[in-house]
């Protein structure tokens, strides 16, 4: 297999796309969709003249393994040092476990998804061999890697960035496609909102998503998610000055009508800002689950 422009095929439900989207940097999508009409995750190989890293590592699966390993040997790389996951989830690093067995290439990731990853995604088979905190540099050789933590999507995310190229790796974080679910228990939708103005001081040039096609103007595209974060936030307080009402009855009024795979998301979003607005002191839940403006 060669990387092409376009998707290469199928392979069972997945769908395969390699192109090497500008020099030195490849996109590997594989896998299926995580719900229907959302596309399936992308990984990354970022190549120097001296050495190469992975960043993220798909979906977990013998198939999709086999044509990740393909795509990354088809391209023709320096050898690979590192296998960066920049956050805890499946669609992002349940592949890590059979390609660092296959390369025997670390893993790195944030230490505070590092349990989550050790754990669900490793099956405590591998553990991460590198801490990646925020400020860690890879020198692949005329091109760099460094790392900037991007707390939010989960309390672990990490960005790794290409200064030389003004190339940000947001993964889940910043999508040209969709706004970004913030689940309870595995991120924060306040440092969030810090992440997103964080970004935006970068003045990158590319942001390349953790699904879909890469943002081409991030400026224009992280104003409008820090914007609807905040309109969310006030549609939300808006509904509780009407009464007590329940989590997924906020859902309904805020987001409206949505197909079924994607009321989970919605519910989870409404309790993370529920979260938020209890945390700053501007509501409140009661004892029957049922929250109030505080």
Known sequence: ??????????????????????????????????????????????????????????????????????????????PLTALILTHRHPDHAGGALRLHEATRVPIACHPLDREAIETERL?????????????ERYDLGGLSVEIIFTPG????????WVPERGALFASDTVMAISTTVVRPGEGDIAQYADTLVRMLALNAKTIY????PAVRDPERQL????????????????????????????????????????????LAQVRSMLAKLA??????????GRWRRA
């Open 1 to 78: 297999m060669r990387p092409v422009a376009g998707y290469a095929g199928t392979f069972g439900t997945a769908r395969i796309y390699i192109v090497e989207i500008e020099p030195g940097i490849h996109q590997i999508t594989v896998g299926a969709e995580p719900f229907a009409g959302f596309p399936p995750p992308n990984a990354f190989l970022v190549a120097g003249t001296e050495h190469s890293v992975l960043i993220d590592c798909g979906w977990d699966g013998q198939a999709d393994h086999d044509e990740r390993l393909a795509a990354i040997s088809a391209a023709g790389a320096p």
């Open 123 to 135: 099956g405590r088979q591998a553990t991460v061999a590198h801490e990646l905190g925020g400020g």
């Open 153 to 160: 999507h989960t309390v672990g995310c990490i960005a790794p």
């Open 209 to 212: 998503t953790g699904h879909g």
């Open 223 to 266: 104003r409008m998610l820090i914007a609807r974060r905040a309109e969310r936030e006030a549609e939300l307080l808006a509904a509780l000055a009407g009464g007590t009402r329940g989590a997924e009855e906020l859902r309904d009024i805020i987001y409206g009508a949505l197909p079924d795979p994607r009321l989970p998301l919605a």
């Open 279 to 288: 945390a700053e002191g501007f509501a409140a839940e009661d004892d029957g």
